[in-house]
């Protein structure tokens, strides 16, 4: 079987990107690296007027160009998408060929309204692969899919990143591992508000009330951060309120090694026109694997690999009573809060693996093989 996979851009470093190389590794090993071909978009995205962005008609050309002449030449068995905005080449190629092809759909991408091309590309794959499946549940229902073929294929941690979680790493200011400290990690964008970072200044409001020394960390950048910091700074807070910034992987397992408890009380937003929202949600797997209890939202996608009172706490996330109270929980009580830790990080290493991504996607092909038996 020879598989034919297309990608956005590969420069640069995003979950999409994450999950084409682990999936590019997977059926490589699964059926050999001389039958799987990887072309992914010529050129990253630019900025618009407006803020939105989007890639130049010459890059467009360029890689429907490839995709055609490489399926044409090659003749793949099987063309799979890993963004449904690469899926358009995959509609054409098989327009002339007939060549099947699949979507990988990871969220907001597909949640919301569709315009009529990319519709198009959606209903006429053979197959949907999604990293969870209230991403799966959500894209068939808004998009009336029932009974298209479909998978589910979570993310896999990478064993590097459980190799280093697995280290005793100094705390990056060597403070942090003493005071009662909450980690949250996430961009500061104004797109990305249904993360909770206001939500969860507000709690610590109420968790500095009962925990004095306790030590708020949030890691990520982005055009909120004055913001938030000026929310903080109004909230009175700000001294227990450490904004770290954007930093390298290897500062971040410091932070995840040094806090106490993790949260993201992110929300989940189904509005066709602004969906919002985690589709998986692989910073909870990160804290996990850290050994860390997590908070996070009690519907969504992280549900369903979080769960509650075993790996963290599950929390309305509009209510900043109930995540503080999750908190406080989870600061005052340490021997509760290392059990949970313990479950998380064994849960991850025994679910996330790349060994259990390949045996997934394993299972996945064996059974499109079966069919067309």
């Known amino acids: 079987m020879k598989v034919l996979v297309l990608a956005p851009p590969m420069g640069a470093v995003g979950g999409v990107q994450q999950y084409t190389a682990t999936l590019i590794r997977g059926l490589e090993e699964v059926l050999g690296a001389a039958n799987v071909r990887l072309i992914a978009v010529p050129g990253e995205a630019e900025a618009r007027i407006g803020g939105s962005v989007a890639l130049r008609r010459s890059v467009k050309a360029r890689f429907l160009s490839r995709v055609i002449w490489q399926a044409m030449r090659w ?29 990988v759909v990871h969220g907001i991408e597909v949640w919301g309204d569709l315009p ?184 969504g996608a992280p549900a369903e690999f979080i769960h509650d009172r075993e790996h963290g706490i599950l929390v309305d996330p509009t209510k900043p009573q109930e995540i503080a109270e999750a908190l406080i929980e989870l600061l005052r009580h340490r021997e509760l809060a290392e059990q949970m830790g313990r479950a998380g990080k064994e849960w991850v290493r025994q679910e996330y693996s790349f060994e259990k991504f390949r045996e997934r996607l394993k299972g996945i092909l064996s059974s499109v093989a079966k069919e067309q038996m």
Request: proline share 6%; hydrophobic share 40%; glycine share 8%.
């Open 75 to 103: 003749r793949p068995n099987l063309i799979v998408c890993t963004h449904l905005g690469v899926a358009l080449a995959a509609l054409r190629v098989k327009s002339l060929s007939g060549i099947p092809y699949w979507i």
């Open 116 to 299: 009529p091309a990319k519709l198009r590309a959606l209903r006429q794959a053979q197959r949907l692969i999604a990293n969870s499946k209230f991403t799966l549940d959500a894209t068939v229902s808004r998009h009336a899919l029932t009974g298209k073929a479909t998978g589910i294929l979570p993310p896999a941690f990478q064993e590097s990143e459980l190799a280093a979680s697995s280290l005793a790493i100094e705390s990056p200011e060597g403070q942090e591992h003493i005071r009662p400290t909450v980690l949250t990690v996430g961009r500061l964008a104004e797109s990305e508000r249904y993360k909770g970072h206001d939500m969860m200044l507000d709690a610590w409001v109420k968790v500095r009330q009962q925990i004095p020394d306790g030590m708020y960390v949030i890691v990520g950048d982005g055009d909120d951060r004055h913001r938030l910091e000026t929310r903080a700074k109004g909230l009175g807070i700000f001294d227990s309120v450490k904004f770290a910034g954007a930093i390298s992987g290897a500062a971040l397992h410091k932070y995840y090694d040094a806090c106490h408890v993790f949260a993201l009380p992110a929300r989940t937003d189904l509005d066709p026109r602004a969906p919002r929202g985690e589709g998986f949600g692989i910073v909870f797997l990160e804290a996990m694997s850290h050994g860390k209890p997590v908070v996070g939202p009690r519907a």
